[in-house]
């Protein structure tokens, strides 16, 4: 059974662009919770997305956003790129609505010039 | 300015030891609890979990105990192995009156286990 799927693995943008990062989960999993991950601030929750709509939201700015689509694949983008978006972002599917346990991807590895 | 990383705390171990990974959690209202060990280019894996109407929880060759009223837990890791180096989270949540926490976990700052052959 395949994991959950985050593109791109890598990717360099400068200050002021915005990114779009995607994520594909598990094969019949419906949640899809976002994580950023930074050597300052640990792994902090961005938000998480059940049939389309968005259930939680942790303390990010405006500037990053989601969505869901039908068929459970997320995608997050960042607007107006700041250096500090520099992180690992983490996508991570759960199996039943809402269950705890997160399946994590590999992460997509955003770096800001 | 310039952010400051989190300066996490190591554990270095011969291989064959046991282990012990504490982690103090911040929300006393949690009951759900959650051990993830992050490789190095890899996306955090779930090792254990443990809700609050228990205080020990054992799996293979890993062992979590809970201690509600220090906010304490703790990973125990019998034999360790060079493949458990690694970080290792610790995770909480509280569920909603549904029993689910939409997908919403509050983690650790982590431990480097390093492991010697």
């Known amino acids: 059974k395949a994991g959950v799927t985050q593109t791109p693995r890598y990717l360099i943008k400068t200050r002021g662009q915005q990114v779009t990062l995607s994520c594909s989960p598990i094969?019949?999993?419906?949640?899809v919770s976002w994580y950023q991950q930074t050597p300052g601030q640990g792994l902090q929750f961005l938000f998480e997305?059940?049939?389309?709509?968005?259930?939680n939201k942790g303390n990010f700015p405006g500037r990053f956003s989601g969505r869901q689509f039908s068929n459970s694949r997320s995608e997050m983008n960042v607007s107006t790129l700041e250096l500090g978006d520099s992180a690992l972002y983490l996508c991570?599917?759960?199996?039943?609505?809402?269950?705890?346990?997160?399946?994590f991807g590999a992460g997509s590895r955003l770096t800001v010039l | 300015g310039e952010s400051v990383g989190l300066h996490l705390p190591t554990l270095s171990v011969q291989e064959g030891d046991n282990s012990i990974i504490n982690c103090a959690y911040s929300?006393?209202?949690?009951?759900?609890f959650i051990w993830y060990k992050q490789e190095s280019g890899k996306g955090p894996q779930f090792i254990i979990d443990?809700?609050?109407?228990?205080d020990k929880r054992q799996g293979q060759r890993v062992t979590v105990l809970l201690n509600k009223t220090v906010k304490h837990l703790s990973l125990q890791i019998a034999a360790t192995q060079p493949g458990d180096s690694a970080v290792y989270f610790c995770?909480?949540?509280?569920?909603?009156?549904?029993?689910?926490?939409?997908?919403?976990?509050?983690f650790g700052q982590g431990t480097i286990l390093t492991v010697h052959p």
């Open positions: 991570a599917s759960t199996g039943r609505d809402g269950a705890n346990v997160l399946t």
């Open positions: 094969s019949g999993h419906r949640s």
């Open positions: 997305y059940f049939s389309e709509t968005q259930r």
């Open positions: 929300n006393s209202a949690s009951d759900y």
């Open positions: 443990i809700r609050s109407n228990m």
């Open positions: 995770a909480e949540t509280l569920s909603n009156a549904g029993g689910t926490s939409y997908g919403k976990l509050t």
